[in-house]
């Protein structure tokens, strides 16, 4: 397996949460990454993003184009959405059944909505269901089963299955499986503990490596992984090390590229445990961070800053000039990625927002 360090950009696909995608080396200095919750086309669009939108594909196709005109008549000119790329198969994959795909090849039930993503039953694993748990069997899975059959749809009708299935991080499955006694299990019964992010660990890896063969079969090569961790704040850097390292360590080390977001939190607890990762395409974190500390420790991989969409609304245009001119020296090149936008945030914001990038992008273009 090669050792040189493939960098990963971030990706929001129409009505999907935040995902990862190869860099292709032509990226801006300051690059703006922008998205929107599903209330955010429902209420454009009178889309339902309930069942029908996660079980069948061909409501996805059908619903796209619309998706896309929207983005394209109220932000003419730019990337979001993937709107300047015509030429490619249409992304029928990305984004669906949100974040909650690993929790349902275990059992959870999925509750979906009309304008939000699918959300899992708080229906919690005992004790004894736990310590007991072993990693399904994919080929028989129900769940698995019928995602695998609608990758089939995709290639059948669009010969290309283009985008990503979000399998989250072991963490936040774990807690989707066990709910908030997950932390008093690192605590109390780290034996358990460890058994049940065995038992995630190898069903993310073993449902990834399933999806990407029959990718590859529709002439789509998928060959990283990307996990998200949004829940590490929840725990010790020691805790993070002992517990939950070693399977992000798996991970990197299975898809020989790998890429970790931390939503908009402060990192710099678990910077030194992720420097250690080996194949890390791609990191993400917060303004809180130390964002000049992380860029000399994070030279290979793609850097990203995820904004917060409340500080997009809330903060007056100079304010956000100044945290993008902090940024830019700071931490760039890197990826800044406004995500989860709501539909009551002004297009004048978001519009403002790129001008913004754009114009800092520029100046240093002919510095």
């Known amino acids: 397996m090669s050792t040189e360090i493939r960098q990963l950009i971030s990706y929001i696909a129409p009505a999907a949460p935040a995902t990862r995608q190869p860099a292709t080396g032509d990226e801006s200095f300051l690059r703006p990454e922008i998205g929107f919750t599903p209330n955010w086309y429902r209420t454009a669009t009178g889309i339902d993003f309930g069942r029908k939108w996660h079980c069948q594909p061909a409501y996805r196709r059908e619903m796209l184009p619309t998706m896309l005109s929207e983005l394209k008549s109220r932000f003419p000119g730019t990337s979001i959405g993937g709107i300047n790329h015509p030429e490619k198969s249409p992304d029928l994959l990305t984004g669906t059944y949100g974040c909650v795909s690993v929790a349902a090849i275990f059992g959870i039930p999925i509750v979906y909505a009309e304008n939000n993503w699918p959300n899992c039953e708080h229906s919690y694993l005992s004790d004894d269901q736990v310590d007991n748990l072993e990693p399904p069997d994919l080929e028989r899975n129900p769940f698995f089963r019928e995602l695998m059959a609608q990758v089939d749809w995709i290639a059948s009708h669009e010969g290309r299955v283009e985008g990503f299935i979000n ?6 499955n774990a807690y989707r499986l066990r709910g908030e006694k997950i932390f008093y299990d690192m605590i109390d019964s780290p034996q358990r503990c460890r058994h049940l992010f065995d038992c995630i660990c190898t069903t993310m890896i073993d449902a990834a490596k399933r999806l990407h063969k029959r990718q590859l079969q529709s002439g789509v090569k998928v060959d990283f992984s990307t996990v998200s961790n949004c829940l590490v704040n929840m725990v010790s850097p020691e805790q993070y090390h002992d517990m939950l390292r070693p399977y992000d360590l798996r991970i990197a080390e299975t898809f020989g590229c790998i890429g970790i977001h931390n939503c908009a939190w402060n990192a710099d607890a678990y910077i030194d445990d992720y420097a250690a990762i080996p194949y890390l395409g791609y990191i993400d974190m917060g303004m809180d961070s130390n964002l000049a500390g992380a860029r000399e420790v994070f030279t290979g991989a793609r850097r990203a800053l995820m904004y917060r969409p409340t500080d997009l609304v809330n903060k007056p245009l100079n304010k956000i000039e100044a945290d993008l ?17 709501e539909a009551d945030t002004p297009d004048e914001r978001i519009l403002a927002f790129l001008k913004l990038c754009e114009q800092i992008n520029d100046r240093l273009e002919n510095y």
């Not at 399998?167 to 936040?172: A, D, E, P, R, S």
């Open 167 to 172: 399998f989250q991080g072991v963490l936040n």
């Open 325 to 341: 001119e902090m940024i830019t020296s700071q931490y760039a090149p890197c990826d800044v990625v406004l995500a989860d936008i």
